[in-house]
């Protein structure tokens, strides 16, 4: 591991994508670092899935470039690579948390199943050693180990919503991507879910792209954030800077319409 | 009553033509879903549509055919196969494996050692191994191409956590040449090991699903398992009570309405080539074992 390489882990450079003539996002540059964690926050229908999208190599973009920096130390741009190896880093390197559990895992298979699928793609052909893991991997999220065999159809939102993070963290990623993690949970579910993700996150050193509507949710988990407004970026820089003493109107307008409890 | 006048075995010549070039295609590949043209048969789907265009582009006038059925020479699917043949292609039939130059099988693989010489067809229903773990047909294509099988192993670590053993009895996936996951046809996982290094050619046809695949004479073939389950082919605790073998794939027979039952040798052939050799069990009245 080349734990001092202070180069960037992901560059982001003129990022854009065009739906025919209707825009997705354009001209998105940013850097992310190893261990760090940036919040995409903006309006629905200002580009922050496509982003997330573009940026997890599932789009590919109009122009611009996603270079990723390999375990080895070597850089390459995500879309110039071949497509096995691009799976290969999606299934490895890299997570993917879907807003909508259902989505990441597969409902009809057992929880264990569902982490050891990563495992058994990367060539782990051990049951014991499988499901050990499993088990570590849902007693770190929280998930009674009893309930390994039992299909995530039997889970409540919120399990759902850990089980598919286990899942993704169970091959030790470097980077992992988060579209709403917390939509569609009630509240205190939603706390004690960031509160779990803040510190994997911590723990493994791992670099997240968050994007959410919810401030709140930014504020808990990143270092960074972005804001985007109708497919551009507005306004970026450390999170608690921005969400205090926003300088955009429209951040502004966003910060303040936060409902009060 | 005129009979109808067909091609020599049913198919005319560019249809056999067309399917000839799948063969070779998937010969070529070993283990590989070579897409073909498949036609309607005067037969059912689930009836070996595949399996009888497959023999009809490879069968010729001097072949002789058998056709088995789950082992058995003489069930209704193994005899109007057998009668379709002789009646288009006017070829010698027989049930004797040995004899055979083209065997066609319904999840069977004979228990006499096949030879170079003799072509194995299997009729397959569903010719892949990934359908039921991801749906979507574009997706199993790219995991074939890119040989991402993990997601075949979930199935196997399923099993174990369900039943505690690897509860998959036939249709046992299997990887053909380092390369290809296959599945075996639904032959009982028993007839795996017979798969590998066989010197005969083996052909799939799936006549509903459009495919056609192949392992050539000599090709390694490995169950796929895990390193603490591995494979193991399985078998009933018993001998067969006609032919008295005790290596080959048995049936269970139910006898009556009490639960009797008793076990008998799947191939019917295999089982009456041992009895006429005088190889078989104690000549008591069929043996019954009466569960309690």
């Known amino acids: 591991m080349t734990g001092t390489d202070e180069r960037p882990l992901l560059t982001i450079d003129g990022l854009t994508k065009w739906y025919g003539r209707q825009l997705g996002c354009r001209d998105v540059d940013f850097d992310l670092y190893e261990g760090e964690v940036m919040a995409v926050v903006g309006e629905s229908g200002s580009g922050k899935s496509t982003l997330l999208q573009l940026l997890s190599g599932q789009m590919e973009p109009s122009s611009g470039c996603v270079v990723y920096r390999q375990r080895d130390g070597s850089i390459a741009d995500v879309w110039q690579m071949s497509e096995p190896m691009r799976r290969f880093l999606f299934r490895t390197d890299w997570g993917y948390v879907h807003q909508d559990a259902q989505l990441g895992?597969?409902?009809?298979?057992?929880?264990?199943?569902?982490?050891?699928?990563?495992?058994?793609?990367?060539?782990?052909?051990?049951?014991?050693?499988?499901?050990?893991?499993?088990?570590?991997?849902?007693?770190?999220?929280?998930?009674?180990?009893?309930?390994?065999?039992?299909?995530?159809?039997?889970?409540?939102?919120?399990?759902?919503?850990?089980?598919?993070?286990?899942?993704?963290?169970?091959?030790?990623?470097?980077?992992?991507?988060?579209?709403?993690?917390?939509?569609?949970?009630d509240v205190s579910v939603q706390a004690r879910l960031l509160d779990l993700l803040r510190r994997l996150v911590a723990d493994l050193n791992i670099a997240a792209v968050v994007v959410t509507h919810d401030l709140a949710v930014a504020r808990l988990l990143s270092n960074r954030i972005i804001v985007m407004k109708a497919g551009e970026i507005i306004e970026t820089g450390l999170t608690d800077q921005v969400l205090d003493d926003p300088s955009e109107p429209y951040t502004q307008l966003l910060v303040s319409s936060i409902l009060p409890v | 009553m005129t009979a109808p006048v067909y091609n020599f075995a049913y198919l005319d010549e560019q249809t056999k033509r067309m399917i000839r070039r799948a063969i070779l295609k998937a010969i070529a590949i070993p283990g590989y879903q070579v897409p073909f043209a498949s036609r309607e048969m005067p037969m059912p789907y689930?009836?070996?549509?595949?399996?009888?265009?497959?023999?009809?582009?490879?069968?010729?006038?001097?072949?002789?055919?058998?056709?088995?059925?789950?082992?058995?020479?003489?069930?209704?699917?193994?005899?109007?196969?057998?009668?379709?043949?002789?009646?288009?292609?006017?070829?010698?039939?027989?049930?004797?494996?040995?004899?055979?130059?083209?065997?066609?099988?319904?999840?069977?693989?004979?228990?006499?050692?096949?030879?170079?010489?003799?072509?194995?067809?299997?009729?397959?229903?569903?010719?892949?191994?990934?359908?039921?773990?991801?749906?979507?047909?574009?997706?199993?294509?790219?995991?074939?191409?890119?040989?991402?099988?993990?997601?075949?192993?979930?199935?196997?670590?399923?099993?174990?956590?369900?039943?505690?053993?690897?509860?998959?009895?036939?249709?046992?996936?299997?990887?053909?040449?380092?390369?290809?996951?296959?599945?075996?046809?639904?032959?009982?996982?028993?007839?795996?090991?017979?798969?590998?290094?066989?010197?005969?050619?083996?052909?799939?046809?799936?006549?509903?699903?459009?495919?056609?695949?192949?392992?050539?004479?000599?090709?390694?073939?490995?169950?796929?398992?895990?390193?603490?389950?591995?494979?193991?082919?399985?078998?009933?605790?018993?001998?067969?009570?006609?032919?008295?073998?005790?290596?080959?794939?048995?049936?269970?027979?139910?006898?009556?309405?009490?639960?009797?039952r008793m076990f008998v040798c799947s191939d019917t052939d295999y089982c009456e080539t041992r009895r006429a050799t005088g190889k078989g069990a104690q000549q008591s009245a069929p043996a019954t074992e009466h569960r309690s």
């Open chain 2, 46 to 260: 689930g009836w070996g549509t595949g399996g009888v265009q497959v023999t009809a582009s490879i069968i010729g006038p001097d072949d002789i055919l058998k056709v088995i059925d789950q082992g058995s020479d003489d069930t209704t699917n193994a005899v109007s196969i057998r009668k379709f043949f002789s009646r288009t292609a006017g070829v010698r039939t027989t049930t004797a494996t040995r004899e055979a130059t083209v065997i066609q099988t319904r999840h069977r693989i004979p228990e006499t050692p096949l030879t170079e010489d003799q072509v194995l067809v299997y009729q397959v229903p569903i010719p892949e191994p990934l359908r039921f773990l991801e749906p979507r047909e574009t997706e199993t294509r790219r995991m074939h191409a890119l040989s991402e099988y993990g997601l075949m192993h979930v199935k196997l670590y399923e099993d174990i956590a369900r039943h505690g053993h690897i509860a998959t009895t036939y249709a046992y996936p299997v990887k053909v040449a380092q390369r290809y996951v296959m599945d075996p046809s639904p032959i009982p996982k028993f007839d795996n090991p017979k798969l590998t290094d066989c010197p005969a050619l083996q052909l799939f046809g799936a006549g509903r699903e459009k495919r056609i695949y192949a392992i050539p004479p000599y090709t390694p073939v490995v169950s796929l398992d895990f390193d603490d389950h591995p494979f193991e082919p399985y078998r009933h605790d018993a001998q067969c009570e006609l032919c008295g073998a005790a290596d080959s794939y048995l049936d269970e027979v139910i006898t009556d309405d009490n639960g009797s």
């Open chain 1, 105 to 185: 895992l597969r409902m009809g298979i057992s929880a264990g199943g569902n982490v050891g699928e990563r495992l058994m793609a990367v060539g782990w052909r051990n049951y014991a050693a499988i499901r050990d893991s499993a088990k570590s991997w849902l007693d770190r999220v929280e998930i009674d180990s009893n309930r390994i065999d039992d299909t995530p159809r039997t889970y409540s939102g919120g399990m759902r919503q850990r089980l598919q993070i286990a899942r993704n963290l169970v091959t030790a990623p470097r980077l992992i991507f988060m579209d709403e993690p917390t939509g569609g949970l």
